[in-house]
């Protein structure tokens, strides 16, 4: 599977797991940093996500336990940034400043990253954020705060 491949399936799933909740959006073909637009009829706006998706879970590290991360950009021009795990069909979405706030790295070029272990940290990591407590940003426990209909 190619980039290209897996950030157009993390798109189109999103696109669904929205329509399950009754929510339009609609996919941009231009790569300006803004992937979909979604519309929330009661609040007549519409809203703008970026969309950052990665195939699987991996080592941290190259060695450690099981880590999802996603690299964004801190001058995102979207307002939400969906965060998609293709291996396990899951979107979590974060306000931009919630994504930056959480994000552990932030590089002198202004990329940030976001990750958390699949499973309870063990060792040494005892701050380290994992999966079940991301639990309160996905998407379907977001969209009706960040998409009234």
Request: aromatic share 8%; charged share 20%.
């Amino acid at each position: 599977m190619t980039t290209q491949h897996i950030g157009a399936a993390g798109e189109l799933l999103v696109q669904y797991r929205l329509l399950k909740v009754g929510i339009d959006s609609a996919r941009l073909t231009t790569d300006a940093g803004i992937d979909l637009v979604v519309y929330a009829p009661r609040s007549a706006e519409a809203t703008t996500v970026q969309v950052k998706s990665n195939l699987s879970a991996r080592p941290a590290g190259g060695k450690g336990q099981l880590s999802r991360g996603w690299d964004f950009p801190h001058t995102c021009p979207a307002q939400l940034l969906a965060l998609v795990a293709l291996d396990v069909d899951r979107v979590w979405l974060f306000t931009l400043a919630e994504a930056r706030e959480l994000a552990q790295q932030h590089s002198p070029k202004g990329v940030r990253k976001l990750y958390w272990f699949v499973e309870p940290p063990t060792g040494g990591a005892g701050g380290a954020r994992h999966e079940a407590e991301m639990a309160q940003y996905l998407l379907e426990d977001r969209a009706e705060q960040l998409f009234p209909h």
